[in-house]
């Protein structure tokens, strides 16, 4: 049994990535998973290597939380294929993986429509204080007429809500949104042909003309703090951001110190800064919605997910196109 693990084909899991747990017992006959727990083990993966793993690895599987930089891929020489287990990728050096020829597979769209289930949830929760609510009725009863504690939110039909990032996730919740009857305007990398909702270039002035921005492009060097003070004052008192991207799409400090001064209404956050960090200061916002990066994470998307990992696997040992790549930049 041990002899035919040797001999399929191998793959180094980091993290692990949420869906190992299920994607092992599935098939571990068709790949020999060789699991690096760098937080348990406080186990460098340079030593991890050096001390566990005799072979040369020519897959990698992870997820946004396991950081690959050129330095870790360069522990790997033998490397030809990146798999992760999130849409995004901006966990993982794509330059030196496109230098050094390594192939690299994501989740694509299969996480986008929960994703926009839950940038509606998280929209109605902070504007219509569902969390709030349900909290004040944990610590006074209805007899205590819970109604003097709790001032009333916010309707969201007909509300003018901005989406940063109209990729697919955005586009979902732009659907989702429309049905809300709220009137559905944008900001992108571009402009888009084929949408009829106002674009806005500028993010500020995108701010400026709603009264929430729903935050779900990607993180690169291009958004990194596209949500900053300015955004974030044009936008204005008693006005919401979702934010479902990443975390450091938002200059957390400044949304922390916004919030603390009254200068917007609330935030509903699945992402943080410096994940698993979320600050003190957030958690103890009653008009602050939280979630632990689990947008993506259903029953369904699970299941979905195992399959297209080992897809991708499978396809990559095989000699077969990718079902998923990423475009590699140039
Ligand atoms: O955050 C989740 C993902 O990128 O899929």
């Given at each position: 049994m041990a002899e035919k693990k040797q001999t399929l084909p191998r793959v180094l899991v980091v993290g692990p990535p949420t869906c190992f747990a299920t994607l092992q017992p599935l098939y571990s006959h068709k790949f020999h998973f060789i699991h690096f727990e760098p937080y348990a083990l406080s186990l460098s993966l340079q030593n991890f290597l050096h001390h566990h793993c005799p072979f040369s690895i020519p897959a990698i599987l992870c997820s946004s939380n396991y950081s690959l930089s050129a330095h870790l891929l360069r522990?790997?020489?033998?490397?030809r294929l990146v798999v992760t287990?999130?849409?995004?990728?901006?966990?993982?050096d794509l330059r030196e993986c496109r230098r050094r020829g390594i192939q690299v597979a994501a989740a694509g769209h299969l996480f986008s429509q929960d994703v926009a289930d839950m940038a509606v949830a998280l929209l109605i929760d902070v504007m219509r204080k569902i969390s709030a609510a349900d909290r004040c009725l944990r610590t006074h009863n209805l007899n205590n007429t819970p109604w003097d504690l709790f001032t009333f939110g916010s309707k969201l039909s007909g509300k003018r809500i901005g989406i940063i990032g109209l990729g697919s996730v955005g586009m979902e919740v732009a659907k989702r949104l429309g049905s809300f009857g709220c009137i559905i305007l944008y900001n992108s990398k571009h402009k888009k042909a084929t949408v009829s909702y106002p674009f806005y270039s500028s993010v500020v002035e995108l701010a400026t003309n709603c009264d929430a921005l729903v935050v779900c492009c990607a993180l690169n060097e291009q958004t990194k703090h596209i949500i900053n003070r300015e955004v974030i004052l044009a936008l204005g008192k008693g006005r919401f951001i979702v934010n479902v991207?990443?975390?450091?799409?938002?200059d957390e400090k400044q949304l922390v110190k916004c919030l603390r001064e009254g200068e917007i209404g609330g935030a509903a956050l699945d992402?943080?800064?410096?994940?698993p960090y979320v600050p003190e200061e957030l958690r103890a916002m009653n008009n602050v919605v939280l979630s632990p990066h689990c947008a993506a994470f259903t029953a369904e998307s699970l299941m979905n997910l195992c399959e297209l990992v080992a897809g991708n696997l499978e396809a990559f040992f095989l000699n077969k196109p990718l079902i998923t790549p990423v475009m590699l930049p140039e």
């Amino acid at each position: 049994m041990a002899e035919k693990k040797q001999t399929l084909p191998r793959v180094l899991v980091v993290g692990p990535p949420t869906c190992f747990a299920t994607l092992q017992p599935l098939y571990s006959h068709k790949f020999h998973f060789i699991h690096f727990e760098p937080y348990a083990l406080s186990l460098s993966l340079q030593n991890f290597l050096h001390h566990h793993c005799p072979f040369s690895i020519p897959a990698i599987l992870c997820s946004s939380n396991y950081s690959l930089s050129a330095h870790l891929l360069r522990l790997l020489p033998d490397l030809r294929l990146v798999v992760t287990t999130s849409a995004g990728t901006d966990h993982i050096d794509l330059r030196e993986c496109r230098r050094r020829g390594i192939q690299v597979a994501a989740a694509g769209h299969l996480f986008s429509q929960d994703v926009a289930d839950m940038a509606v949830a998280l929209l109605i929760d902070v504007m219509r204080k569902i969390s709030a609510a349900d909290r004040c009725l944990r610590t006074h009863n209805l007899n205590n007429t819970p109604w003097d504690l709790f001032t009333f939110g916010s309707k969201l039909s007909g509300k003018r809500i901005g989406i940063i990032g109209l990729g697919s996730v955005g586009m979902e919740v732009a659907k989702r949104l429309g049905s809300f009857g709220c009137i559905i305007l944008y900001n992108s990398k571009h402009k888009k042909a084929t949408v009829s909702y106002p674009f806005y270039s500028s993010v500020v002035e995108l701010a400026t003309n709603c009264d929430a921005l729903v935050v779900c492009c990607a993180l690169n060097e291009q958004t990194k703090h596209i949500i900053n003070r300015e955004v974030i004052l044009a936008l204005g008192k008693g006005r919401f951001i979702v934010n479902v991207g990443r975390g450091g799409l938002i200059d957390e400090k400044q949304l922390v110190k916004c919030l603390r001064e009254g200068e917007i209404g609330g935030a509903a956050l699945d992402v943080f800064e410096n994940e698993p960090y979320v600050p003190e200061e957030l958690r103890a916002m009653n008009n602050v919605v939280l979630s632990p990066h689990c947008a993506a994470f259903t029953a369904e998307s699970l299941m979905n997910l195992c399959e297209l990992v080992a897809g991708n696997l499978e396809a990559f040992f095989l000699n077969k196109p990718l079902i998923t790549p990423v475009m590699l930049p140039e």
